[in-house]
């Protein structure tokens, strides 16, 4: 039974040369990574205010810098999932593709994906909070290894923490910019994997829509955007995204 259905759809697939994506936590649920929020999620035990703030890290730097070792030791044994890989084939086949997501877990580019714009950082960089100076996955963990009180440090004492962007704090200028440049200019939309909770990520989908693209959404719950979108498809990016390539291929006259 085929996904797309809608005309105006089957329309804007065939001639469009321009797509944009939008994943959030919930593109690698099915690589075995929390998400946020929802029953199980890691905001229902941990205080986003102690653990993805800087007043939190502050307050107690070791225990957050704990906390993203151990999301980072589940991160590195997971795998991309036929999610991640449906979006990497889209990439292949739109001349204009952005892929904006608020994931630190780089799965997006283990599954092959080029143009990812890293909204709130990334979990494998780490930098000195005095000086800037950046550390590699292997420079921070023998710094790391070597801490006695498992607090980081750079050669110019100055307090190292993971490169991600935590609640208060702004989005990389960069990064923005060109999610701003790819919801304003794009024919479609897709959101997978994101509850909408958190701006600015969740203002992007908004810009596409005021300025006529056509909107999906993947989730298998409700999300905050949903009642905006064109059309939800209510699954698992998992399972309705390699279907949603095929047809997009086949729409496109792409065989194989
Ligand atoms: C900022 C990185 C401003 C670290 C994260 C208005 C405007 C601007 C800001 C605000 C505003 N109002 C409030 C704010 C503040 C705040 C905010 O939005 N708060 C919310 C909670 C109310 N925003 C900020 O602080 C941002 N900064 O705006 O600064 C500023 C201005 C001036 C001066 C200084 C600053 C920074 C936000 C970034 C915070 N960092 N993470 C880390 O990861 O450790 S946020 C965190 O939430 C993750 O990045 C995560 O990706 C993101 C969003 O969550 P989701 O990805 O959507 O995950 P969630 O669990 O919520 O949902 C998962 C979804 O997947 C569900 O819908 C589920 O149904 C679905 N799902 C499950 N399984 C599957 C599935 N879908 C498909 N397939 C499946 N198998
Ligand atoms: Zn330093």
């Not at 809608?6 to 929390?34: C, M, P, Q, W, Y």
Request: charged share 25%; with cysteine; proline share 4%.
């Amino acid at each position: 039974m085929s996904l797309i259905k809608d005309s105006r759809l089957k329309k804007i697939i065939k001639n469009t040369g321009f797509v944009t994506v939008l994943t959030g936590s919930g593109i690698s649920a099915e690589s075995g990574i929390h998400t946020f929020r929802g029953d199980n999620g890691l905001w229902s035990k941990f205080s986003p205010d102690e653990l993805a703030s800087f007043e939190g890290f502050y307050k107690n730097p070791a225990r957050v810098m704990e906390w993203y070792e151990y999301r980072r030791n589940v991160i590195l044994k997971a795998k991309p999932n036929p999610g991640h890989f449906a979006i990497a084939e889209i990439e292949k086949y739109v001349q204009n593709f952005y892929l904006i997501t608020q994931n630190i877990d780089r799965l997006h580019q283990k599954a092959g994906s080029r143009n990812v714009i890293e909204l709130h950082g990334n979990i494998m960089e780490n930098y000195c909070i005095k000086c800037g100076k950046m550390f590699s996955l292997e420079e921070f963990e023998k710094i790391y290894n070597e801490s006695s009180d498992r607090i980081p440090k750079c050669e110019c004492k100055g307090l190292i923490r993971p490169n991600v962007v935590w609640f208060g704090e702004q989005l990389p200028e960069d990064a923005v910019e060109k999610a701003y440049y790819a919801s304003v200019n794009c024919d479609l939309f897709i959101i997978v994997g994101t509850s909408g909770a958190v701006r600015p990520a969740s203002d992007f989908p908004r810009y596409a829509k005021y300025n006529g693209a056509y909107i999906i959404e993947v989730n298998p719950c409700r999300s905050f955007l949903t009642d905006f979108v064109d059309l939800w498809f209510e699954g698992k990016a998992g399972e309705i995204l390699p279907e949603f390539v095929e047809e997009f291929k086949n729409l496109k006259g792409i065989n194989g």
